[in-house]
C-alpha cells in the first residue's frame, strides 16, 4: 500500500516562500516520476509540475521561474520549493503517484498567500 504525506503548508504573504514535502512509503519510490498537482478555488485540480525518476523537472507556465520540484531518493521525499508567491497560487497541493495503473495522492496541505 502506497501512503504520500504533504507537509509544508501556511499562511505566506505575496512575494514569499514555502517549501512543501511529500513524503512516500515503499521501497520503489527511486524508480517513479513525481507529480504535484494544486486545487485552487473554484477550480478544477490542475498540474505544477513533475519530476521524473532522474531528477529532471518541468512546469506549468504559471508557476516556471518560481517553483523548483526536486526529490531526495533517500528520504523517499519530493520538495515543491516556492518562491514569488502571488494571491493566485492560494490551493490545496497535492503530490500524485502512478504505479501500475494504480494512482495515489496525498491528503493536500493548504497554501493561502495573503496580505
Known amino acids: 500500500q502506497v501512503q504520500l504525506v504533504e507537509s509544508g503548508g501556511g499562511l505566506v504573504q505575496p512575494g514569499g516562500s514555502l517549501r512543501l514535502s511529500c513524503a512516500a512509503s515503499?521501497?520503489?519510490?527511486?524508480?517513479?516520476?513525481m507529480n504535484w498537482f494544486r486545487q485552487r478555488p473554484g477550480k478544477q485540480r490542475e498540474l505544477v509540475g513533475a519530476i521524473d525518476s532522474g531528477g529532471r523537472p518541468n512546469y506549468a507556465d504559471p508557476v516556471k521561474g518560481r517553483f523548483t520540484i526536486s526529490r531526495d531518493n533517500a528520504k523517499n521525499t519530493v520538495y515543491l520549493q516556492m518562491n514569488g508567491l502571488k494571491p493566485e497560487d492560494t490551493a490545496v497541493y497535492y503530490c500524485y503517484l502512478l504505479v501500475g495503473g494504480s494512482k495515489y495522492w496525498g491528503q493536500g496541505t493548504q497554501v493561502t498567500v495573503s496580505s
Open positions: 515503499g521501497s520503489f519510490f527511486s524508480i517513479y516520476g
